[in-house]
């Protein structure tokens, strides 16, 4: 199998700590980071507010609870995920904040039970508004050889508040490493056939959720596609049961088939509990009635790679072990 | 995963196996650093590894060479708990998983050495090599010693990693002196290691020591069982071990040239060795001394409550005036002395005493009559406690002092002796050695003392005796005369520490964990320990004035037929006849006698004259040892027995007589 080599990062040294030395060179009497400060999306709020969605059932009339009899087969030959990081490297006068921030996504491929680097991309960036930085500081930070991400046409950047060009900083940065993420997946999706468990949705890039190959485990239920009676079946499911597959879509991503799945049994108050929800492509009309042997042999897969558990991420209940793998590198390499 | 391969400074293709890490807490320092591999590395303790630096130094770029000294691995489990919930407290759940947790394999390793040397520095990151034969030479500094015009390596054995195979050299200057000298050995019994090794180590001195630096010869005191009785009878070895002996280039064949010294046994004429094979008898020699040999070393066999101030006086007395001198005294009347075996001593002591007893004298010469007894009781025993030794005819057969080989063994088997013999005679050979190494006239400029189960000759605790006195001063002025002492002991911590302290070399077999925990160990590392506490037989750790770190090596199996095999295949002769026993002696001279011929010569004569005439022949080597040896005996005279005078004859009755009877 040809390996492909990880991606070749920005030229020039685009890391914080080259970015804080720049920054003080060209502003030695300035306030610049110090590298202690916390990352940027520690602090900033979860902007999507919870919710509940209907959804369409695509596989039986109502919603209900599914028993995966096989046993669990372990079929993933890959795992994607992503990361970001920003700091505020400075503060302009006017509290413009201007931002560093790393976008990553990484492979790690499943070789003889142990994962191995695919593919990495590490990206670093400075996120800014660039009617509020002074033109010289722009310029010189642009002939760096770094790279500038104007945020001042993001949701917010342009207003006065530095939380609201903070946060559109943040925003402009996760787009970058959702770009990441889709350039990994969607490169997968054309030279293999083989399955890739990837960390969060797939319907953000067509090519990938239309891809047999692609399948996206969700841990995060700030939207839950159920209501009434179907969301109680969902928070009923126990270990080794789904639900009945329904249809995701919306006006702006690409309609993909959709389940839950208890990995663990449910403990304490947590309705979520070791509840993922699962995506793969969306079934043919031709192919809408064997959707259900498709969930089923997808959660076989997924239920195989709840061990070794995830300890000790926090999430490690939701969390499968090939994607911990990738933070980890991810965290290395950031 | 693609192989990275990169050019070493060396300029061959090699791959890195590891790379260095460090961090606040486990950070590298100028003789510790800190590396990671991959989990099929073939990286273990005891490695040699070779790290290249990224940033020059002074133009340079660092290179280090380190020795593994301790592994860790670990996987990114917070606790062992988290595995048990894993897999719901089911160990047979975890062959269900699907992956294998992230694991490392970090290794420790001590720096061998820096290049360049100054400034001496923390290892700095990167790359990570197995050492080639090259680095082995260099980060081991034996490039010193094995290049330029007078190279003086002694292959010690071989170091083996990672498809590396590089033979490992000892300095010849510092294991037989003069800057540093003496071995040690130290290893738990059994195994065969200590005497194996040392067995290959002096087959490797006798191939490699250089010329220039003169010769050398052992001689090795066999203190128990058939261990060295065999030196020079072939062994078998394995292919592995031909290759051994081919890397280190030392001929896998026993000792050319031994020879064999041993006491008799109490009888006075059977050797007491387990080389009393007739077959093997060519070699051997017996060991015996007579007064003046022994008294030299009286403080050897008696203990300081024998010999107090009073005795000393005596004994002095003894060996100063009466001993090979004629000797006269008002007290003896007119009889003459010459004292020259125990038997005249005892003579003379039972003299004195008798004379002082007769004129009622309480002393004689200062000495007063109970220090007489004494000092004769002690002597006198002397003979008895070290028969087959010390005869009382005071004949003498000895190492050849003098006219010592190149390259020769010379093995004095004194396993089946009791202990004061032995002693007597270690103090002495040694002695001898050293006074002859000091003149200049040994016959050979080096000579390697072996001794065994050195904690029982020098222990660290236990009373000052003459024999650890000895080994003590042998082992620290020892080198300048070129006396060089191998030692072997179970417990090295037994030992005492001025001893072992002054071995520049030291080798370390199997040990025992109870010895590796006492605190001359405390600089190894607990992964180094382990390994000692389980090395496989032919494995030896190595330390040496070289050597920044111990090394592990491999050496061969010694090509010399093992004691237990001599002993099977040369069974020790059954004791015999005094006839049988002189035979056996002297057709090692001559190999047409006869027992017949024997019997005839020895006729009725008495056992201490029959034994002595043996020794001397044997001590002269005589080309007709027929005639040497009947000279030696005194002539039988043979009794004429006078012829009876005839007695007149009875007048018989003539035969016609009838009244005859």
């Known amino acids: 199998m ?5 991606s070749s990062p920005t030229q020039a040294d685009a890391s914080f700590r080259a970015a804080v030395r720049l920054l003080a060179s060209l502003m030695p009497e300035a306030a610049i980071a110090t590298g202690s400060e916390p990352p940027l999306e520690t602090l900033a709020q979860a902007t999507e507010p919870p919710r509940t969605v209907g959804a369409i059932i695509l596989e039986d009339p109502a919603m209900r609870a599914h028993r995966v009899f096989e046993p669990p087969v372990a079929q993933f030959a890959a795992f994607l995920d992503g990361t970001q990081a920003s700091r505020t490297l400075y503060s302009c006068d006017d509290g413009t904040p201007i931002v560093h921030g790393t976008a990553a996504a990484v492979i790690r491929e499943r070789r003889n039970m142990r994962l191995y680097t695919r593919r990495h991309i590490v990206a670093h960036r400075i996120y800014a508004n660039r009617r509020r930085v002074p033109a010289w500081l722009w310029t010189r930070l642009a002939e760096s050889g770094m790279e500038l991400r104007d945020t001042a046409e993001d949701d917010g950047g342009d207003g006065p508040h530095p939380f609201a060009a903070r946060d559109a900083a943040i925003h402009r940065l996760q787009r970058d490493r959702e770009h990441a993420e889709h350039t990994l997946a969607e490169d997968w999706c054309r030279r293999e056939d083989r399955p890739l468990l990837i960390d969060g949705g797939i319907s953000g890039v067509e090519p990938v959720a239309r891809s047999s190959c692609a399948v996206g485990v969700i841990k995060s239920h700030r939207t839950l596609y159920a209501e009434g009676d179907a969301l109680v079946t969902i928070f009923a499911l126990r270990r080794g049961e789904r639900s009945s597959v329904f249809r995701v879509a919306s006006d702006w991503r690409t309609p993909v088939a959709s389940w839950y799945l208890r990995l663990r049994d449910r403990a304490g108050t947590d309705p979520m509990w070791g509840l993922v929800r699962v995506e793969v492509a969306h079934p043919d009309r031709a192919g809408e009635h064997t959707i259900g042997a498709r969930a089923d042999e997808v959660s076989r897969w997924i239920l195989a790679e709840a061990t070794p558990v ?15 793998d990738c933070e980890e590198f991810l965290r290395a390499v950031i | ?47 040699i590894v070779r790290v290249e630096g990224d ?89 010193g010693y094995l290049k330029g015009e007078n190279p003086t390596g002694i292959p010690v054995g071989v170091y083996r990693a990672g498809g590396t195979d590089a033979p490992i050299y000892l ?78 280039g030392v001929p896998a064949e026993p000792f050319e040239h031994v020879q064999y010294f041993a006491p008799y046994k109490p009888d006075g004429f059977s050797l007491n060795t387990l080389r009393s094979n007739e077959q093997l008898l060519g070699n051997v020699s017996s060991l015996t001394w007579g007064l003046r040999e022994v008294l030299q070393y009286a403080e050897v066999l008696l203990n300081k409550d024998d010999v107090d101030a009073k005795a000393d006086a005596l004994i002095d007395f003894i060996r100063e005036r009466i001993v090979d001198r004629d000797f006269t005294d008002q007290l003896l009347g007119n009889k003459s002395y010459r004292v020259r075996s125990f038997a005249d001593l005892e003579e003379w002591f039972r003299d004195v005493l008798s004379a002082m007893e007769n004129k009622g004298n309480e002393g004689w010469r200062t000495h007063h009559v109970a220090t007489i007894r004494k000092v004769r009781n002690r002597l006198s025993n002397i003979s008895t406690r070290c028969a087959g030794l010390v005869t009382d005819d005071g004949g003498v057969s000895d190492l050849p ?30 002695t001898k050695l050293r006074e002859h190494l000091e003149k200049r006239d040994l016959g050979v400029n080096h000579v390697i003392v072996f001794v065994d189960e050195l904690n029982k000759y020098a222990p660290t605790d236990g009373q000052d005796t003459y024999v650890r006195k000895m080994l003590l001063d042998l082992a620290e002025r020892g080198r300048y005369l070129g006396l060089v002492l191998f030692s072997a002991q179970q417990f090295r911590s037994q030992v005492h520490r001025r001893v072992v302290g002054n071995s520049g070399t030291a080798l370390y077999g199997r040990m025992d964990a109870d010895e590796l925990a006492t605190p001359g160990y405390a600089v190894l590392s607990p992964a180094v320990k382990i390994k000692l506490a389980t090395l496989e037989k032919g494995q030896l750790m190595v330390r040496h004035p070289h050597f920044t770190q111990p090394i592990f090596v491999r050496f061969p199996r010694p ?25 056996r002696s002297l057709r090692t001279l001559d190999p047409s006698l006869t ?49 009876r005078p005839m007695a007149p004859a009875i007048r018989s009755a003539p035969t016609d007589d009838p009244y005859g009877f």
Request: charged share 25%; aromatic share 8%; net charge negative.
């Open chain 2, 171 to 248: 300095d010849a200057d510092f294991l037989i002196g003069p800057e540093a000298a003496h071995l040690n050995i130290t290893g738990v019994s059994g195994l065969a290691t200590k005497t194996s090794a040392i067995e290959w180590i002096l087959a490797s001195i006798f191939a490699h020591f250089p010329e220039k630096k003169g010769s050398v010869a052992a001689v090795c005191f066999n203190v128990k069982g058939p261990d060295l009785c065999f030196l020079d009878q072939p062994g078998q070895i394995d292919e592995a071990d031909k290759s051994l002996y081919e890397k280190c």
């Open chain 1, 310 to 324: 995830s300890l000790p991420d926090a999430r490690w209940d939701k969390m499968v072990y090939g994607v911990r």
């Open chain 1, 2 to 6: 040809s390996a492909i080599q990880p």
């Open chain 2, 1 to 47: 995963m693609t192989e990275m391969r990169d050019v070493g400074l060396t300029g061959a293709a090699v791959a890195p196996l590891g790379r260095v890490v460090a961090t606040e807490r486990k950070p590298n320092t100028p003789h510790e650093f800190h590396f990671w591999t991959a989990l099929d590395s073939p990286v273990g303790i005891g490695t």
């Open chain 2, 559 to 583: 090509a010399i037929m093992r004691g237990r095999d001599g002993a099977e295949q040369y069974p020790q002769a059954v004791d015999v006849e005094l006839d049988a026993a002189v035979l």
């Open chain 2, 595 to 643: 027992l017949g011929w024997v019997r005839e010569a020895i006729g009725i004569r008495e056992d201490e004259e029959v034994i002595r005439a043996r020794n001397a022949t044997l001590r002269e080597r005589p080309a007709d040892v027929k005639k040497f040896f009947q000279s030696q005996l005194r002539p039988i005279a043979v009794q004429h027995t006078p012829a």
């Open chain 2, 401 to 430: 002092f003098g006219s010592f080989q190149d390259r020769t063994v010379y093995v004095i088997d004194v396993a089946s002796l009791e202990e004061d013999a032995q002693d007597l005679i270690f103090a002495r050979v040694v």
């Open chain 2, 55 to 143: 940033q020059p130094v002074n133009g340079q770029i660092p290179q280090i060479y380190g020795i593994v000294v301790e592994g860790f691995s670990y996987t990114d489990l917070a606790t062992p708990l988290h595995d048990v919930l894993g897999h719901d407290g089911t160990p047979g759940g975890a062959s269900l998983a699907a992956t294998h947790r992230a694991e490392i394999r970090l290794y420790t390793a001590a720096v061998l050495r820096q290049m360049p040397e100054e400034p001496l520095q923390p290892v700095p990151m990167g790359r990570v090599y197995l050492a080639t034969d090259d680095d082995v030479w260099v980060a081991l500094r034996m490039d």
